[in-house]
């Protein structure tokens, strides 16, 4: 197949090979234009791999520019967390990173442009009476006072505004187009509002800021954008983003061009109401591995792969859909079944003791790192006569269904011996607190050829060697498919989406790095947590159990 079959085709591509096909463009020019007002979610990652694999599959460029029109709510924190999330995602930016701000000049001398024309004026209403004035979807708006000032007049109140000698909130600047536009983007609006605040760029220099649609539409064309993609709630804008081009002197013309975003089940992709989650403490920060943010997916273990998988499966178009999360998951667990080392580590742990087995005794047993993968080569683990198992894979009766640990019924521990259980001992309270076993020395992992029918296999830690971790089994954060719907989405946080269990793994897991996934045999995908683990107790997240357990429930 070649690499021009293989490329998935959607319909902004078409129009791509069109323009291309038609010589209207030689070269393709995207851009990724994040605003710096929080972190990136799983959302932007499928803008990213858009625009940037837009670019990559043409031989084109992509810009990375941030949209810095809103000095209040923005932070250099999120311009770092955004270069960091592209560059994890596997895509690189032409040339240096862009700022809106970096025009904020050029925007300046088109607002002036503009007002020349006669087709923007000063406005001093209120933001309150310009939103009384705007009208409604049934009924259109009605022109402010302040829309017939003389050209000279709106030039030096504008001079004026640029100055500081205006309050924040009583003067802005305004285009002239049309208050009885079916439109309501199109009803005169702001250009450019006041504002005293350090930008984090610009530092002090303006206390005046273009507004998104002003500005944007203006960036694209400085930087020769071709084709400018964005969601669907812009496809009116794009009435505006072309009516300021058509109305000032600039060469470049770039289109707009709109798709749906991505809407995710169990999941909240408003950047406000993830704002709130983190302020109210629900989360520990936007890289909580509950999060749906690029940096809580990455921490909690997912890799780039499996995101740009995922963006690859959902596809471009213009059907606004809700995808479901076992999408996502299924992603990562394809994942990480070909690619993750397996390891050992118990959860739930109670002790079981070999009573026939040497005393102060250990061996070492050789396990492969992966089942189907002989390159990833194997590894020795220790065994002794006192090991930790998952309580759940014990009773003292069960039914035939039951393929793991019963009292006087064999089973064998993966990769090592058959054990048989004797007997229990108990606390006061009636809770199991060791299991009393034999073994058999013959059957060190023989399986099936040393011909015991054993029903099942159990994995175990060395009590001896065991290494104390902590274990984070995330769930998802929400417990209803569509949050963003309800009254209150805080209500409907899940309680279980974290819970904490002090469990014990194979001494390799002491080699663990952030980021790097296991699968603990038996149990799920498991990684290290970069950020709140310490040399003496590691701590694991769960990336995600080894099938959908949500389907089962209905959920």
Same mark, same amino acid.
Not at 30 to 51: M, Q, V, W
């Given at each position: 197949? +070649?690499?021009?079959?293989?490329?998935?085709?959607?319909?902004?591509?078409? #129009? #791509?090979? *069109?323009?291309? =096909?038609?010589?209207?463009?030689?070269?393709?020019?995207?851009?990724?234009?994040?605003?710096?007002?929080?972190?990136?979610?799983?959302?932007? =990652?499928?803008?990213?791999?858009?625009?940037?694999?837009?670019?990559?599959?043409?031989?084109?460029?992509?810009?990375?520019? !941030?949209?810095?029109?809103?000095?209040?709510? $923005?932070?250099?924190?999120?311009?770092?967390?955004?270069?960091?999330?592209?560059?994890?995602?596997?895509?690189?930016? &032409?040339?240096?990173?862009?700022?809106?701000?970096?025009?904020? @000049?050029?925007?300046?001398?088109?607002?002036?442009?503009?007002?020349?024309?006669?087709?923007?004026?000063?406005?001093?209403?209120?933001?309150?009476?310009?939103?009384? /004035?705007?009208?409604?979807?049934?009924?259109?708006?009605?022109?402010?006072?302040?829309?017939?000032?003389?050209?000279?007049?709106?030039?030096?109140?504008?001079?004026?505004?640029? &100055?500081?000698?205006?309050?924040?909130?009583?003067?802005?600047?305004?285009?002239?187009? @049309?208050?009885?536009?079916? !439109?309501?983007?199109?009803?005169?609006?702001?250009?450019?509002?006041?504002?005293? %605040?350090?930008?984090?760029?610009?530092?002090?220099?303006?206390?005046?800021?273009?507004? /998104?649609?002003?500005?944007?539409?203006?960036?694209?064309?400085?930087?020769?954008?071709?084709?400018?993609?964005?969601?669907?709630?812009?496809?009116?804008?794009?009435?505006?983003?072309?009516?300021?081009?058509?109305?000032?002197?600039?060469? &470049?013309?770039?289109?707009?061009?709109?798709?749906?975003?991505?809407?995710?089940? /169990?999941?909240?992709?408003?950047?406000?109401?993830?704002?709130?989650l983190v302020t109210e403490?629900?989360? *520990?920060?936007?890289?909580?591995?509950?999060?749906?943010?690029?940096?809580?997916?990455?921490?909690?273990?997912?890799?780039? &792969?499996?995101?740009?998988?995922?963006?690859?499966?959902?596809?471009?178009?213009?059907?606004?859909?809700?995808? $479901?999360?076992?999408?996502?998951? %299924?992603?990562?667990?394809?994942?990480?079944? $070909?690619? =993750?080392?397996?390891?050992?580590?118990?959860?739930?742990?109670?002790?079981?003791?070999?009573?026939?087995?040497?005393?102060?005794?250990?061996?070492?047993?050789?396990?492969?790192?992966?089942?189907?993968?002989?390159?990833?080569?194997?590894?020795?683990?220790? !065994?002794?006569?006192?090991?930790?198992?998952?309580?759940?894979?014990?009773?003292?009766? =069960?039914?035939?269904?039951?393929?793991?640990?019963?009292?006087?019924?064999?089973?064998?521990?993966?990769?090592?011996?058959?054990?048989?259980?004797?007997?229990?001992?108990k606390d006061a309270d009636?809770?199991?607190? %060791? #299991?009393?076993? +034999?073994?058999?020395? @013959?059957?060190?992992?023989?399986?099936?050829?040393?011909?015991?029918?054993?029903?099942?296999?159990?994995?175990?830690?060395?009590? %001896?060697?065991?290494?104390?971790?902590?274990?984070?089994?995330?769930?998802?954060?929400?417990?209803?498919?569509n949050p963003g719907s309800?009254?209150?989405?805080?209500?409907?946080?899940?309680?279980?989406?974290?819970?904490?269990?002090?469990?014990?793994?194979?001494?390799?897991?002491?080699?663990?790095?952030? *980021?790097?996934?296991?699968?603990? $045999?038996?149990?799920?995908?498991?990684?290290?947590?970069?950020?709140?683990?310490?040399?003496?107790?590691?701590? !694991?997240?769960?990336?995600?159990?080894?099938?959908?357990?949500?389907?089962?429930?209905?959920?």
């Open positions: 197949m +070649s690499e021009a079959e293989a490329r998935p085709t959607n319909f902004i591509r078409q #129009i #791509i090979d *069109e323009d291309l =096909a038609s010589g209207k463009h030689t070269t393709i020019c995207t851009r990724f234009p994040p605003e710096p007002n929080g972190y990136l979610h799983i959302g932007h =990652a499928k803008s990213i791999c858009l625009n940037f694999g837009i670019a990559q599959d043409y031989q084109g460029t992509c810009n990375l520019r !941030f949209d810095d029109t809103n000095p209040v709510k $923005e932070d250099i924190e999120y311009v770092d967390s955004i270069k960091q999330d592209v560059e994890w995602l596997g895509f690189h930016w &032409a040339g240096d990173v862009r700022y809106s701000s970096d025009y904020f @000049d050029q925007l300046y001398h088109y607002a002036i442009e503009l007002i020349n024309k006669g087709l923007a004026f000063v406005d001093e209403l209120t933001p309150e009476q310009i939103r009384e /004035y705007r009208g409604t979807l049934t009924e259109p708006g009605k022109n402010s006072p302040y829309r017939d000032r003389s050209v000279e007049e709106n030039l030096a109140l504008f001079e004026k505004m640029r &100055a500081g000698e205006f309050a924040e909130g009583t003067a802005c600047l305004r285009a002239k187009i @049309d208050m009885a536009s079916p !439109f309501m983007v199109m009803r005169d609006p702001v250009l450019y509002r006041i504002k005293f %605040a350090d930008h984090h760029q610009t530092g002090n220099k303006w206390c005046i800021y273009p507004m /998104y649609d002003f500005t944007h539409c203006i960036s694209d064309a400085l930087e020769g954008i071709t084709h400018s993609l964005c969601t669907l709630e812009f496809q009116d804008n794009r009435r505006l983003y072309d009516w300021v081009l058509d109305n000032i002197t600039i060469p &470049a013309h770039p289109r707009q061009y709109e798709f749906s975003r991505l809407n995710l089940e /169990y999941a909240i992709m408003s950047k406000r109401k993830l704002n709130l403490k629900i989360v *520990e920060g936007w890289n909580d591995p509950r999060m749906p943010t690029i940096s809580g997916l990455r921490r909690r273990g997912y890799t780039a &792969a499996s995101i740009r998988e995922f963006c690859k499966r959902i596809g471009v178009t213009k059907q606004d859909n809700t995808v $479901e999360m076992a999408s996502l998951e %299924a992603c990562i667990r394809e994942d990480l079944n $070909e690619n =993750a080392p397996r390891a050992m580590a118990v959860i739930d742990p109670v002790k079981l003791i070999i009573t026939n087995y040497p005393q102060g005794q250990s061996e070492m047993v050789t396990m492969p790192n992966h089942p189907n993968r002989p390159e990833m080569g194997n590894r020795e683990v220790p !065994f002794s006569g006192e090991i930790w198992i998952d309580r759940a894979d014990f009773r003292e009766e =069960a039914n035939k269904q039951y393929k793991r640990l019963v009292l006087g019924k064999e089973v064998r521990l993966r990769n090592a011996y058959v054990i048989k259980a004797e007997e229990v001992e009636g809770n199991i607190t %060791a #299991i009393r076993c +034999s073994y058999d020395a @013959d059957t060190l992992s023989k399986d099936p050829a040393d011909g015991r029918k054993v029903k099942g296999v159990i994995h175990w830690v060395s009590a %001896a060697h065991a290494l104390p971790i902590e274990i984070r089994l995330y769930d998802r954060l929400f417990s209803v498919a309800a009254e209150d989405f805080l209500s409907t946080v899940n309680p279980e989406s974290l819970v904490v269990k002090q469990g014990y793994g194979e001494q390799s897991l002491k080699a663990a790095q952030p *980021e790097n996934a296991y699968q603990f $045999e038996r149990e799920g995908y498991f990684c290290l947590d970069g950020l709140t683990s310490s040399a003496d107790k590691p701590v !694991f997240n769960r990336t995600v159990g080894l099938r959908d357990t949500w389907a089962k429930m209905g959920g």
